[in-house]
């Protein structure tokens, strides 16, 4: 055998490219070094208990149509006295998931837990991860809780019941008690609203404070949200807050009259649905830490909300790396004016933030961004790499055609001064004069352009200029939904033949160039 073929790191993922049967039937029996590897791989993740519970004992599985088709329940008919093979293997699962929507583990486990009281389940379990259940089979992942689990995962199931959510939330009760070092909290719902899922946010407030090791938290926007934040703001170590928004964002309620709220001190990553008003109230301490902002208000925010949140984001956050403020919202029938509209004065406070990297601004009414306040912007922002100015405005305003839209020519100033730019999103007015190639300016690096709702004639001059101006291969983005996309389909399949044709002829210039040295070496070695 190769010496390389001992290395535990380099065997280890050579493995993890092998399928499970070839590892268990062929791999294994090389050496004692490759089975334990193998061992290793199989058993590491987890998703039934059944080849764990058969190792200690005849187990048979039972219909239970009182839960419904397809549900199933466990019970051990014998046990073995040897648990060897059990306690060598269970010792290799890290990642376990169990799912409460089929298989209910819990009468064969209880007879697991009589027999061995004080025992870790699975010892070196670090994520568990459940789907909230039905009955009383939410005891099955408590009984795998241990202080050794940093990663705690719950996934409500779409149609759980009313009784389902009671049970689910009696969970959050041992969550503290019997995972105290958990550094990874995740709650994932597709459902937001309703006294149902309230009930999980309202196990959840009391628990947080109590999980002191804890890094990160993720759950859905539950009516009292703004008190389980609250509950963190002592919290040492904890550096991530993410309340899923999914779009439900006008249904969180605003922030309590009479709440004192604030952030944890280290704080990193916030991202959640609230009113860019609320968000003023919870940004009332110094927060060096904090890189990453992502607001998403369900109302329709003005201008001014947008300054006076910009100032004390300025103020509290200096690290700033990341900001994406979304306000979509506007009345049906409610038609604007520019005094509605975003422009730079609003964001010119965060100018103090010097590390932007990425700027995301989705508002009702187009940003009025002048080609002279966009090269400000960049100027500024010299290290950004994502700016996506609102490129799908929902609403407009009287007199829409005399805004100060970014158009063709602007791109060169996208260009010339975005030289960090990967990502840029905008709205332009597309129904303009074309430049001529020997104006426009190429991009260093730009691998996607969002034009959104931007409207164009999808003329071949467009498309000309795009070819040159857009590194090869970049992606353009258009809202497929909307009418402007037209155009934009008519033109991108011609973009990408023009880089075709751009390619090769750089590459017959290269032929003819080194065919020219060639010959110029030739002639020299004749005349000597």
Known sequence: MHRALTIPELVHEIFSHVSTSDLASSVSIVCKQWSDISTEIIWHKLDDLMPLLRLIGEIEVNACPEQGRGHFSTKFTSLYEDWSRFDFL?????????????????????????????????????????????????????????????????????????????????????????????????????????????????ALEPVVSLLTSLKSITFPPFTNTFSIIAEMSTLPHITTIIVESRSYSAHIPSFPPGLSCSLPSRLGTLHAPMTFGDATRLLNTNLPHLSDIHLESGQSETPSTVHRLASLISHCCHNLRELQLTSPETSEEFMGSSLDCITIADITPLFSCSAMEALTIVHAFPLLLPDSDIRTLLTRWPALKVLNLNSAPLSFTRGGGNLPLPEWKTLATFARYGTNLVELGLHMNGLVDVPAIKDAYPFAQLDSLIVGTSEIRGSHDEARLLSYILPSGCTIIADPMMDPFVGWEQIIPLISVLWEVREEEREAKKELEKRVVELEAQLASARN
């Open 90 to 202: 269970s010792r290799h699962v890290q990642v376990f998931t169990l799912s409460g929507a089929s298989i209910d583990y819990q009468p064969a486990l209880s007879d697991i837990a009589m027999l061995r009281s004080g025992m870790a389940f699975l010892p070196r379990l670090k994520e568990l991860e459940w789907y909230g259940c039905e009955g009383d089979t939410w005891k099955s992942p408590v009984f795998m809780m241990h202080e050794g689990v940093t990663t705690f995962t719950l996934s409500i199931l779409w149609g759980l019941s009313n009784e389902g959510y009671t049970y689910t939330a009696q969970c959050f009760s041992f969550v503290a008690a019997r995972m105290p070092r958990l550094e990874y909290l995740h709650i994932d719902s597709m459902v937001y609203r309703g006294p149902d899922i309230s009930l999980l946010g309202s």
